[in-house]
């Protein structure tokens, strides 16, 4: 069965460093999604990709936030300068169609010291 | 996008049904009803989508009334395995991003 991967499954990083999650959506799809979820709450929207560019962002989704398809299989994010509160597990979806499910990866968790 | 509102737990046993309601007010002409479920540390895990009236699946069964302000997520015969969150969410997914609400928590005891 095919299935979004996300690298690196753990990343830690020092407060003020640059971190890049990557994302492998599934082939056919053609919307791509990066959520967060913080310990113990709720899954958060950050953005949603189509035809190589953003849909839809979030408040949370700030200057210091990008994406970026660089090859047509990765879907990387980008925080440019980590925040303690940056800290979380975030994930990875891509759905085929407009009323499609989504599918998730496994996560990325980051931990920001 | 519609707001979501649903129980912020519920508890079951093994082999009972459980039955999660969610309520959508103002849920759109274009929107589907989605639901998912997510396990400690992984991510979320599509269940079942509809429209209107009843849809099921092989793990589900979603029943939605004609006014499309609710819907009601049915889990027949729980298992240990399935205590986990369960999250309604309502919209156009593709260019409008979907909203997760805070979930219901459901554990199944033996």
């Known amino acids: 069965e095919p299935e979004v991967t996300q690298t690196p499954s753990h990343q830690v990083t020092q407060m003020g460093q640059e971190v890049i999650l990557r994302c492998v959506p599934i082939?056919?799809?053609?919307?791509f999604y990066w959520y967060r979820q913080i310990l113990g709450q709720k899954v958060e929207f950050l953005v949603s990709?189509?035809?190589?560019?953003?849909?839809?962002k979030s408040e949370i989704f700030d200057d210091q936030f990008s994406v970026e398809r660089p090859d047509g299989s990765n879907f990387t994010l980008k925080i440019r300068s980590t925040k303690l509160e940056d800290s979380a597990m975030y994930f990875c979806?891509?759905?085929?169609?407009?009323?499609?499910?989504?599918?998730f990866g496994e996560g990325s968790r980051l931990t920001v010291l | 996008l519609a707001k979501t509102t649903q129980p912020i737990s519920m508890d079951s046993y093994e082999g009972q049904e459980v039955n999660i309601t969610c309520s959508h007010n103002?849920?759109?002409?274009?929107?589907?009803i989605t639901w998912y479920q997510q396990f400690p540390s992984q991510g979320p895990r599509f269940i079942i989508q509809?429209?209107?009236t009843k849809v099921t699946n092989e793990v589900a069964s979603l029943f939605i009334p004609a006014d499309r302000k609710s819907s009601t997520l049915s889990l027949p015969r729980v298992s240990l395995s399935d205590t986990a969150v369960y999250y309604c969410?309502?919209?156009?997914?593709?260019?409008?991003?979907?909203?997760f609400g805070s979930g219901t928590r459901l554990q199944v005891q033996p």
């Open positions: 979806a891509s759905s085929d169609y407009s009323t499609g499910e989504l599918f």
């Open positions: 082939s056919n799809h053609l919307y």
């Open positions: 990709f189509y035809n190589n560019e953003i849909s839809e």
């Open positions: 103002n849920i759109a002409t274009n929107d589907y």
């Open positions: 509809g429209y209107k």
């Open positions: 969410l309502v919209g156009d997914t593709g260019r409008r991003a979907l909203t």
